[in-house]
């Protein structure tokens, strides 16, 4: 795993420890990012289910201003920590570790995300879909700005409506499926369009 743009171009990162957690591939990464780069000059990022990091790591080296990191996983927690000296960010980060959903919906930020990563194990579509709705219901009233672009990643067999958020895009690589969401309120023809034309 590496960065693949910016800053840190090259830079080496640790992969996951075990198959907990689900790495993007280069291919994959470049393509998202074809469509996330215009938006990411000072902008402020949740990576939802980070795993060791590598999405909002790149956000960092195409000039976000702050990425804040979600995982509970042990073993990729600390590998994400690792990969954050790495590149030596750490002023630019935040890590939540535990309990994703409880901080989502006791916190409220004082400045809102722009892009948002929502990259869940598949088994919480199955599992805990009740869990992934009230996190977008909790994002949309406290956590993303009114433009915010959240990506959400899953298998392509699997699919769960995220009400208040709306699918303006979506993209398909091999068995997975990207989606881009926008706020219910954000209108499609005015401004979701030209940000996805990438």
């Not at 909002?56 to 195409?62: A, F, I, K, N, T």
């Amino acid at each position: 795993m590496r960065i693949i743009a910016g800053e840190f171009r090259g830079r080496k990162l640790l992969g996951p420890a075990s198959d907990v957690t689900r790495p993007v591939t280069d291919r994959v990464k470049q393509s998202v990012f074809d469509i996330l780069t215009p938006r990411l000059d000072d902008a402020r990022v949740y990576d939802c289910f980070a795993g060791t990091g590598s999405m909002g790591l790149e956000c960092l080296s195409r000039g976000a201003k702050h990425v804040t990191f979600f995982e509970a996983d042990r073993p990729a927690l600390l590998r994400l920590r690792e990969n954050i000296k790495t590149i030596q960010c750490g002023p630019r980060t935040q890590v939540v570790p535990g309990d994703l959903f409880k901080w989502i919906s006791s916190t409220s930020p004082p400045e809102k995300a722009d892009i948002i990563f929502l990259d869940p194990p598949y088994r919480f579509l199955h599992e805990k879909p009740g869990e992934l709705l009230e996190w977008a219901e909790h994002v949309a009233l406290k956590h993303a700005a009114p433009d915010a672009l959240i990506v959400f990643r899953h298998d392509v067999a699997d699919t769960l409506a995220l009400p208040p958020l709306n699918v303006t895009d979506q993209r398909e690589y091999g068995g997975m499926i990207v989606e881009f969401l926008r706020l219910e309120s954000t209108s499609v023809h005015e401004s979701v369009v030209p940000v996805l034309e990438a």
